[in-house]
């Protein structure tokens, strides 16, 4: 028989069957596929008496309910309600949508409802269905299964048997796959959470839960096979999670238990270099293992000899861009693709390199990593070996661990404490994709979900929802697990502002708790900072008290300031026009062509500006103090305009991160590369790169500096080097290898728009900075830092304290343009951004009897040296674009 023939048989015969049985007396009738699931879910179930359903439809003589099941034989009736002002203050986005009250003879239905495809519907009084639309879960969730937030979760060691636990509160089945077998699991009511207790030799085997949920993307009931949120460990390329104990010595460097942290600092004096762990090594021919973990542990190497300097002289802590496990590199060598190019053959201005990179971006080594996949196991990738695929398990996957370990080991050998930079704001994926771990196993949960249902995505990517409860409860379980198992002295929080200030308070209070005596660390030194910005669908509160900059003020945790940081610089980081000038880059004083400067007037006025916005910045970001402005103006902090925001925010020193450049945007001799005039001599550029990095080290509160910015590090005009492989991105310690610029047109995706401006820049051979140049910028900052480091006055811990020691004399009306002079206790700082030699005449210092600061004064730069104080007049004399620092004897 034919395969045609065959299935038009068998279709008949089924037909006749189907006819036969509905024939057949109380033969119920023949069910209906169910309708396809709405593609919006405009209803909300927000607490198990309460939705809320946007554009809600008139019932008209019909009704509204919940609907579950494959043909909603599941009711759960609707009444026009209100919302209480608990629920209301709980989520205001949607105070004015209609609300409603589940019956309260259905209620005992909420949870086997959840467990199901469920819909909200308006039908006719004769029974039709008229509308529809999809129901979104958390806020039920967080209401139904509350004590799940005190549940451990994941692989739980007791006495070398391992627990694992999952939550998966809408799923109808749950079961482990576990090396090649499958295990039933048992679910718990009241927290929604299945678990499974197993034997001592489950541990290092690979596991994966079968997780049998409805999930809206897919308009069915499906079983995904997915890895475990909460996974301590992985395979190659985190194809299964590894039943890991952290606690296990094998999983430990030699001396771990007995590991000797530098000295914490506070927060406010927290010096730190920001640093990508495969840029640090990957073009350091001296490193034993580049672009791995253990990079840290080559002692004798060009980049940890540099660390170390930077350490001696005040630098406190390194913070790693993303290091764990991310969604974006293959983490097999033999999967990594690489440019198949002579990348260093092409001219300095060609097109070619960044083409030809282009080309394997997708498949390479290389990613920033903000492309989280799980939250809390190092990224295999940095490993020496990954892990094996599951039945071949050589190395197991812990390499990783031990690895990430002995990384942290070594920073701390090196005088430095080490700072993870989260990504807790986003996934890589949601839905259905197989990136998703979090959505496959909760659909519709973790992910913070519009009005119509769909995931936001403002942060460039599948945007979370830390609010929820068990997300926040991940968010601190995952940073107390670094902080104890992994010793890590900090964390920097992507896009903080994301997060709820509750939230990020309780990651707090939890680290608070830990101590040495019980978990091995002072949780109490561990740092918190972020980036505090102010948009999206949560921006201005719309949802819940953000964790933005002015909402954090006086809580200890620290966020970026980017007032002072626009102007050093110049203009913003979005210019269409690169050449934008600001105080560190010759606005006014040293301008270069573009009309995008505007006139002389307008120059000086914006310069005058940027110099109140610096001040600020000097003080800390503080909020409430007092000082002369430009205009002659006695003004606050937060007087001080940034873009119709206050460019003061801060409460105290320490809740404002000072910074000229990060990973974001152009370095920061990539910015003065655009800015300055092109003739400027290279020399003149590391002398204006030094003093733009003044303005964050000299600071009151926190600071920080993307690595090799000392050393004038270039991407050769990148302003967004996420995916731009080894080749723009590495580090280059020895001098003789140059810093980076003239690498080749920047990758086109970001600044194919630049390309007109960078090209004439690249082709200049003048502005690639030699040995001299570099090793003097770097000699010049390291000065700096260790009298940051040494004199007490730039620590300062309230808002009076610097109010009373830190002043600027010369602030006012009269004010030199592209000068700031500040006095700081027994110190005078003079910043001169000028191209001329200055005189700052300060009467009240006249007689005093100051001198450079012995640091510059026996220090690497001779320039400075030059500086000079008349003592009659008060008057500070100090050399083109110089940063001299003197002390009162």
Known sequence: MTGTLRRTVTAIAAALCAAAAAALPGAAPAQAAPPPYPAKAEAQWIDRDTVVWKGAPDPAGGTLQLESGPDGDRRLRLAPGTLTPAERAKYPHLKDFPAFTVDPRDRAEAAPALRDRLVATRRAADGSLRETTGVQLPGVLDDLYAAASRARLGPVFDHGRPTLALWAPTARTVALELDGRTVP??????????????????????????????????????????????????????????????????????????????????????????????????????????????????????????????????????????AFDLGTIPEKRADQA????????????????????????????????????????????????????????????????????????????????????????????SGQDPKSVLDRIVPGYYHRLLDDGTVATSTCCANTAPEHTMMGKLVVDSIVTWAKEYKVDGFRFDLMGHHPKAGILAVRKALDALTVHKDGVDGKAVVLYGEGWNFGEVADDARFVQATQQNMAGTGIATFDDRARDAVRGGGPFDADPRVQGFASGLFTDPNSSPANGTRDEQKARLLHYQDLIKVGLTGGLADYTFTDSSGRTVK??????????????????????????????????????????????????????????????????????????????????????????????????????????????????????????????????????????TAASAAYR???????????????????????????????????????????????????????????????????????????????????????????????????????????
């Open 338 to 429: 690489a440019p198949d190019c002579d990348l260093a053959a092409y001219p300095p201005d060609s097109e070619k390199q960044q083409e030809c990179v282009a080309k394997t971006a997708g498949k390479d080594a290389y990613n920033w990593g903000y492309d989280p996949l799980h939250y809390t196991v190092p990224e295999g990738s940095y490993a020496s070996d990954p892990g094996a695929p599951p039945g071949r398990q050589a190395g197991g996957g812990t390499a990783r661990t031990r690895e990430f370990r002995s990384m942290v080991q070594g920073l701390n050998g090196a005088g430095l404490r080490t700072v993870m930079d989260v990504v807790y704001n986003h996934t890589v994926a």
């Open 637 to 774: 902090g937060s007087q001080v305009d940034y873009n119709g925001a206050p460019a003061g925010y801060a409460a105290a020193p320490g809740d404002a991160l000072a910074y000229a450049d990060a990973h974001d945007n152009e370095t920061l001799f990539d910015v003065l590369a655009y800015k300055l005039p092109q003739g400027t001599k290279a020399a003149d550029r590391a002398r204006m790169q030094v003093l733009a990095m003044a303005t964050a080290t000299l600071s009151q509160g926190p600071a920080l500096s993307q690595a090799g910015s000392d050393l004038l590090r270039s991407k050769s005009l990148d302003r967004n080097s996420f995916d731009s492989g080894d080749w723009f991105n590495a580090l280059h310690w020895n001098c003789a290898d140059g810093n980076g610029f003239g690498r080749g047109l920047p990758p086109a995706a970001d600044n194919k728009d630049k390309w007109p401006y960078a090209r004439p820049l690249l082709a200049d051979p003048a502005l690639r900075p030699g040995c001299d140049a570099i």
């Open 185 to 322: 699991m048992t679910r718990d009511d009241r927290t929604g959470v299945w678990s499974v207790r197993g034997e001592r030799g489950w541990t290092g085997k690979p596991y994966r839960y079968a997780v049998t949920v409805f999930a809206p993307a897919a308009g069915k009931t499906v079983t995904n096979k997915v890895t475990d949120p909460y996974a301590t460990g992985l395979t190659a390329d985190s194809e299964y999670s590894l039943v890991t104990d952290l606690a296990d010595p094998r999983l430990a460097p030699k001396g771990w238990d007995r590991l000797k942290k530098p000295a914490a600092v506070p927060l406010r004096d927290a010096r730190i270099q920001e640093l990508h762990i495969r840029d640090f090594s990957v073009a350091d021919r001296t490193s034993k293992h580049p672009g791995q973990y253990l990079a840290f542990t080559d002692r004798s190497s060009d980049g940890m000899q540099h660390l170390r300097k930077l350490a001696r002289t005040g630098t406190s802590h390194v913070h790693l861009l993303p």
């Open 783 to 889: 000065d700096l830092t260790r009298i940051r480091a040494t004199e007490p006055d730039f620590g300062l811990a309230t808002t009076g304290e610097v109010q009373q020691a830190l002043s600027f004399p010369l602030s006012g009306a009269g004010e030199t343009p592209g000068v700031i002079t500040m006095r700081l206790g027994r110190l005078v700082v003079v910043l001169n951004a000028t191209p001329e030699q200055q005189r700052q005449t300060v009467p009240a210092a006249a007689g005093a009897p100051y001198a450079l600061h012995p640091v510059q004064a026996r220090g690497a730069d001779p320039v400075v040296r030059t500086s000079s104080y008349d003592a009659k007049s008060g008057t500070f004399t100090v050399p083109a674009r110089t940063v001299a620092v003197f002390t009162r004897g």
